[in-house]
């Protein structure tokens, strides 16, 4: 089975053809391999395994924010994740501060990202702290 991006190499004819149909079908052969098709090969994989995500948050929005964000929208939403970051420190994982990130560059407007991530975040601390709750409690009044 071909897909897209091996077509050009498989069947230059065919790919000529789909050229003129979908003239920007190329960008599938630039961007296969990127965040940009949420996509990930073992080197990529392996890359962002070493990637310390929780510094690239914060120079983007505690460094470099007038470089990242230009917009009075985007500053908003930088705003909004600034305060979430110094709220969720400690408790938030590399995952998390990745999701922020592609958030931050892609962009999020309406803060929904940040809301799930929020979520996200502490949902998993809530199922971490259960494995230190003591059996038994205390005693239930009522």
């Known amino acids: ?24 079908a190329y960008l599938a052969m630039l961007y296969w391999d990127t965040e940009l098709y949420r996509r990930s090969s073992t080197q990529r994989r392996k890359a962002d395994a070493t990637k310390d ?28 994740y600034r305060k979430t970051v110094v709220r969720l420190d400690g408790r938030a994982r590399q995952k998390d501060y990745r999701k922020m990130r592609d958030a931050l560059i892609a962009g999020d407007p309406k803060l929904r990202t940040l809301r799930a991530i929020t979520m996200d975040v502490y949902s998993s601390y809530a199922e971490y702290a259960k494995a230190f709750r003591t059996p038994g409690g205390g005693e239930r009044y009522g």
């Open 53 to 80: 995500y929780r510094g690239i948050v914060m120079q983007m929005l505690f460094k470099e924010p007038d470089r990242h964000f230009t917009t009075d929208l985007t500053r908003h939403v930088a705003e909004q």
């Open 1 to 24: 089975m071909t897909s897209l991006i091996h077509i050009a190499e498989y069947e230059p004819g065919l790919w000529e053809r789909i050229l003129r149909r979908e003239p920007n």
